[in-house]
């Protein structure tokens, strides 16, 4: 889970530092399709736990999934049309976002709800930002990290206004993670872990299961930059080291009239903190079903500002604060 040092294979979406590794596929004679199809249920491990799943986030080169599936080649394609053959599966060179097709031959399978983003390298930033979008520094770019968990980031995504809308999974966009500062500024750059947004499709599958309907699980905040998690917005509460600055870390409610605000989600004719704890409590089942996406569960209440919300991350580790913590 998470972004990983440069040098490291990265799951479906920018993780976070330290975390992680693309996903191994089945043999390919494991396949019940041939030819590209092969290709095409293979690439079914950048879904996800959730299945949901449609971006896959890669530095430079970095492997799309291991070991690449013997006989088939990734062939991508830019917004702009340019083409690029990739027989090890490997991501584009060229930072963007990438259409992606498997072929064989002269047969060729498009995948038409999965892009791939090739990640803007960590050493593009320079004196604290990247073109004229400030990021600012880092807790330990100069070392000293205590864990993995806070070693420096692999690379951005560039989120453009023409792309602020791509689907990053079924009920998600990479504009909904943006940090919210610097409005007039595009390009803008991201970090975003593949676990959370799978944790975050689970969380919305628990609850509808236990009979909340969810249209809209708001984003209250998503990836926060150094810069802002320390001098932006509301500060109060956050902390030097948050998991936000990291990318695998929100702050969510459930909006389903997108009024911006919590909606009654336990249906008593209240809106308050019992609210945020239902969510609360389907981050715990998805985490009882799936170890591998454990990490922070924060409850909050409302403000003048805001209603009541869920934090959730998947930093690795459980962690809970907040009523009724465990």
Same mark, same amino acid.
């Given at each position: 889970?998470?972004?990983?040092?440069?040098? %490291? %294979?990265?799951?479906?979406?920018?993780?976070?530092?330290?975390?992680? %590794?693309?996903?191994?596929?089945?043999?390919?004679?494991?396949?019940?399709?041939?030819?590209?199809?092969?290709?095409?249920?293979?690439?079914?491990?950048?879904?996800?736990?959730?299945?949901?799943?449609?971006?896959?986030?890669?530095?430079?080169?970095?492997?799309?999934?291991?070991?690449?599936?013997?006989?088939?080649?990734?062939?991508?394609?830019?917004?702009?049309?340019?083409?690029?053959?990739?027989?090890? *599966?490997? %991501?584009?060179?060229?930072?963007?976002?990438?259409?992606?097709?498997?072929?064989?031959?002269?047969?060729?399978?498009?995948?038409?709800?999965?892009?791939?983003?090739?990640?803007?390298?960590?050493?593009?930033?320079?004196?604290?930002?990247?073109?004229?979008?400030?990021?600012?520094?880092?807790?330990?770019?100069?070392?000293?990290?205590?864990?993995?968990?806070?070693?420096?980031?692999?690379?951005?995504?560039?989120?453009?206004?023409?792309?602020?809308?791509?689907?990053?999974?079924?009920? *998600?966009?990479?504009?909904?993670?943006?940090?919210?500062?610097?409005?007039?500024?595009?390009?803008?750059?991201?970090?975003?872990?593949?676990?959370?947004?799978?944790?975050?499709?689970?969380?919305?599958?628990?609850?509808?299961?236990?009979?909340?309907?969810?249209?809209?699980?708001?984003?209250?905040?998503? *990836?926060?930059?150094?810069?802002?998690?320390?001098?932006?917005?509301?500060?109060?509460?956050?902390?030097?080291?948050?998991?936000?600055?990291?990318?695998?870390?929100?702050?969510?409610?459930?909006?389903?009239?997108?009024?911006?605000?919590?909606?009654?989600?336990?249906?008593?004719?209240?809106?308050?903190?019992?609210?945020?704890?239902?969510?609360?409590?389907?981050?715990?089942?998805?985490?009882?079903?799936?170890?591998?996406?454990?990490?922070?569960?924060?409850?909050?209440?409302?403000?003048?500002?805001?209603?009541? *919300?869920?934090?959730?991350?998947?930093?690795?580790?459980?962690?809970?604060?907040?009523?009724?913590?465990?």
């Amino acid at each position: 889970m998470g972004l990983v040092c440069a040098t %490291a %294979a990265q799951p479906a979406i920018a993780p976070a530092a330290g975390k992680g %590794a693309a996903p191994d596929t089945p043999a390919v004679g494991r396949s019940t399709r041939s030819g590209p199809s092969a290709g095409l249920e293979l690439l079914g491990t950048l879904r996800g736990a959730s299945g949901k799943l449609e971006a896959a986030f890669r530095t430079p080169g970095e492997p799309l999934i291991l070991p690449p599936p013997a006989g088939l080649t990734a062939r991508y394609e830019s917004d702009q049309g340019a083409a690029v053959v990739s027989p090890g *599966f490997e %991501a584009p060179q060229r930072p963007g976002v990438y259409k992606i097709a498997v072929a064989v031959d002269d047969a060729r399978a498009d995948v038409e709800d999965l892009r791939v983003i090739t990640l803007v390298p960590f050493a593009a930033k320079k004196e604290g930002r990247i073109g004229s979008y400030h990021l600012g520094h880092w807790p330990y770019e100069r070392g000293g990290a205590p864990s993995s968990a806070y070693a420096n980031p692999a690379g951005f995504v560039e989120v453009t206004r023409e792309n602020r809308s791509l689907p990053v999974s079924r009920h *998600f966009t990479l504009g909904d993670f943006l940090t919210k500062d610097q409005p007039a500024v595009w390009p803008k750059y991201l970090l975003l872990d593949a676990d959370l947004v799978d944790k975050l499709e689970l969380v919305i599958d628990e609850l509808e299961d236990e009979g909340y309907h969810v249209e809209h699980l708001a984003i209250m905040s998503g *990836f926060r930059t150094p810069r802002y998690n320390q001098a932006g917005g509301q500060t109060s509460g956050r902390g030097k080291l948050s998991r936000h600055m990291y990318g695998d870390a929100t702050d969510v409610f459930v909006d389903n009239d997108r009024d911006g605000w919590t909606d009654d989600v336990n249906r008593d004719g209240r809106v308050d903190i019992r609210d945020a704890e239902v969510v609360a409590q389907a981050v715990e089942r998805v985490e009882t079903r799936h170890p591998d996406l454990v990490g922070g569960v924060g409850i909050y209440p409302a403000t003048r500002v805001h209603g009541p *919300f869920t934090h959730i991350d998947a930093r690795g580790r459980r962690a809970r604060w907040g009523a009724g913590s465990g």
